[in-house]
């Protein structure tokens, strides 16, 4: 194992240092991708029982997605400029990883890797630009439109021109003031949202039996994230009133870390509403033979 190891790292190490350096450089956006390798593992290790009691055995065909692995990521370092792309290296990478644990661990336990596989390919990895934006400008145009709304519906003066809120101050001197207030892909709520589509997706397949209630609980950090992002410029528009330096900087920074609570609190709060739709048979039984 230690020598699959370090012959695994050996041979991806270009996209191992690169998503390392990303994830440091950029801890705000992408830390969570040093995070998720483990939690990939533990998933495998809660369904060890499963997979040990199934009979673990050597597997040849794993060799079929290991070397497919393999193949893609030469493919990728050294064929076309087309094709030397984060993305792919790091299904390349992932696809090795579950061959290796297919040879390894046998048939049993295709069932039990594929979750975690997925997990470690979506979560694991930097996301580039291009395909984040698909999602990112989607949600800055919502944020922005949302909190201009709510600053009209404070009779504040404002007016909204694509992702700028222009918010008019009217001064002593009856002259007006504007104070912009840029909605940019940082305030989008794209750093919120990776953070809980991971914690969402754990949480989904420990608590959850139902993949209706799993859905629901991941889907929901779209709306969560995009509802405390909208309050977030709010904030800092209320800020800028105040002084215009307060919406950048530090402050900007703080508003969304002091954010974070709630918003966890609003998540944790879909969890228990889905937990709540449903009455568990067994506990309701052992409930009723109490009561006699």
Not at 146 to 161: F, I, K, Q
Request: proline residues 4%; charged residues 10%; contains cysteine.
């Amino acid at each position: 194992m230690g020598l699959l190891l370090v012959s695994f790292v050996a041979y991806f190490w270009d996209f191992l240092l690169r998503q390392f350096q990303w994830a440091i450089q950029e801890t705000d956006d992408w830390g969570h991708t040093l995070v998720a390798p483990f939690i990939a593992a533990w998933f495998l290790r809660r369904a060890w029982p499963q997979i040990e009691s199934a009979g673990a055995r050597i597997c040849w065909w794993g060799l079929l997605p290991l070397a497919l692995g393999l193949m893609w990521y030469a493919v990728c370092i050294f064929g076309p400029s087309v094709l030397h792309h984060h993305n792919l290296r790091g299904f390349a990478a992932v696809c090795s990883l579950g061959g290796v644990g297919m040879l390894l661990l046998g048939p049993a336990s295709i069932r039990h890797l594929i979750f975690p596989m997925i997990f470690l390919l979506i979560f694991g990895q930097t996301i580039s630009d291009r395909l984040m934006a698909y999602v990112t400008h989607p949600m800055q145009s919502i944020t922005a439109f949302g909190a201009h709304m709510l600053l009209v519906l404070g009779t504040l003066d404002a007016e909204l021109e694509g992702n700028v809120i222009r918010i008019y101050v009217m001064g002593d001197d009856m002259s007006s003031t504007i104070i912009p207030l840029n909605v940019a892909e940082a305030c989008s709520g794209m750093r919120m949202l990776m953070a809980f589509l991971a914690i969402g997706t754990t949480m989904a397949f420990v608590s959850f039996q139902r993949w209706w209630q799993r859905v629901l609980l991941i889907g929901s950090a779209f709306p969560v994230a995009l509802v405390v992002n909208i309050v977030r410029v709010l904030v800092l528009g209320l800020l800028s009133l105040i002084d215009p330096d307060l919406g950048t900087g530090e402050v900007h920074t703080m508003v969304g870390v002091f954010l974070l609570v709630p918003a966890w609190l609003l998540f944790l709060g879909v969890a228990e509403i889905l937990k709540r739709l449903v009455i568990d048979p067994s506990n309701d039984a052992l409930s009723s033979g109490a009561a006699s």
